[in-house]
């Protein structure tokens, strides 16, 4: 079999993001971060404590790349020249094909000047690519940045004029098995351009690496913790490879994707039929990935309505602000705009139970309304 140099094994893309952060980024850099986005990235973020989150605005066609543009300005200038050696002094989380929790994919167009900015400004661009194999079409899949960069600039290629910076690619993928196998066999890859690749072969986080040059000098330290077995759960990954050239994970993707296809269809048909007046889904009917993204009207508390639909109707679902960075204030990504959202996903029940539990939604949501104008006339009644 073929070994590619681009790729190293990881255990599932949450562990590919702590090393995206450990071996690539200023343990004092800054994430931008699409907002609203993954809430365990968020999770993730949050125990690299000497990190900025930073929120840019997040449209239907992905991030706004002229916010990214002034943010990420802004951000470099604030931190100036500083470095422990880091190759980036931030990096943009974007999960740009079938977005967690929006369903957006992220146009070409926004995709190219994304690339473009990275490389001007000098940060990584981590892609948590795990849903762009589950497109249910028609047509054929949205590219993965990191194939979008390849076709945009050689690697390594110059500037332009003799003398002018190296661009280097900077957009790595992170990929998992658990969406299109299980989430428990824990297997996923980073696909990484060649001088990060390499660099992650043999990298140890900085404590460990200290204590290694005390006890042992540079011969250990070159043997990074990825060298140690050859890489991480080497086990379970020949397993998967042998499926894979067996020919058996194709089949079960064909099965998963005539599966999920089937309960988006159910899931957005029963929406459609009973939304109440001012909800809508945006975007409308994802053609792939695992989520539907409700907009209900502004003045809605979504977390009120979870709790409303799950104490009611036994149906639960995600409020918007479980995946909000932003904090509410003048400037930049607005928090509010999530508050009235709700993620739903399709990943766990069949369609039968996924069009019953829709409808079930809708009638909580309408409940809800009528429910909250009442509590509105009632207490404006009151102050005249
Ligand atoms: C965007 C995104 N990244 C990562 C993951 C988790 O991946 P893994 O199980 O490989 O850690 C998920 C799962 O919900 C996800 O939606």
Redesign the pocket.
């Known amino acids: 079999m073929d070994c590619r140099d681009d790729l190293i094994l990881?255990?599932?893309?949450?562990?590919?993001?702590q090393l995206i952060l450990n071996s690539f980024v200023e343990p004092d850099g800054v994430i931008l971060v699409e907002e609203v986005?993954?809430m365990?990235?968020i999770a993730v973020f949050r125990e690299f404590t000497g990190m900025r989150v930073v929120p840019v605005p997040f449209s239907d066609t992905g991030v706004v790349a002229s916010e990214l543009e002034r943010v990420a300005r802004e951000e470099k200038a604030r931190r100036g020249d500083r470095s422990t050696g880091k190759p980036f002094w931030g990096v943009f989380y974007s999960?740009p094909v079938y977005?967690?929790?929006t369903g957006v994919c992220t146009s070409p167009e926004v995709g190219v000047e994304v690339v473009r900015v990275a490389q001007s400004l000098g940060f990584l661009v981590a892609c948590?690519d795990?849903?762009n194999l589950l497109h249910y079409g028609p047509g054929i899949a949205p590219r993965r940045l990191a194939s979008l960069e390849r076709s945009l600039t050689p690697a390594g290629a110059g500037a332009g004029a003799a003398g002018a910076a190296t661009l280097k690619h900077v957009v790595v993928s992170?990929?998992?098995?658990?969406?299109i196998l299980a989430?428990g066999v824990?297997?996923?890859w980073l696909e990484a351009p060649a001088h990060l690749a390499h660099q992650l072969r043999t990298s140890v986080p900085a404590l460990l690496h200290e204590l290694m040059v005390q006890l042992n000098g540079v011969l250990l330290v070159r043997r990074g913790i990825l060298r140690s077995g050859g890489g991480v759960n080497s086990y379970v990954a020949g397993v998967i490879c042998s499926a894979l050239q067996l020919g058996l994970l194709d089949r079960h993707l064909d099965l998963l994707l005539t599966t999920l296809s089937g309960r988006m269809r159910a899931l957005c048909d029963a929406l459609e039929a009973a939304l109440p007046a001012g909800c809508s889904v945006h975007p409308a009917r994802p053609r792939g990935g695992?989520?539907v993204w409700l907009r209900l009207p502004a003045r809605v508390d979504a977390q009120a309505l979870c709790r409303y639909a799950r104490d009611t109707r036994r149906v639960s679902a995600f409020p918007g602000s479980m995946f909000s960075t932003a904090t509410p204030g003048p400037g930049g990504a607005d928090a509010d705009a999530s508050r009235h959202c709700v993620r739903l996903a399709i990943a766990f029940h069949d369609e039968r139970r996924l069009a019953a539990a829709a409808a079930d939604l809708c009638a909580a949501i309408d409940e809800f309304i009528r429910r909250e104008g009442k509590h509105e006339s009632k207490s404006s009644s009151s102050l005249t």
């Open positions: 990881t255990c599932g893309a949450t562990h590919g993001l986005t993954y365990i990235a999960i977005h967690n929790p948590d795990v849903y992170n990929g998992s098995f658990s969406k989430p824990r297997v996923g695992y989520f």
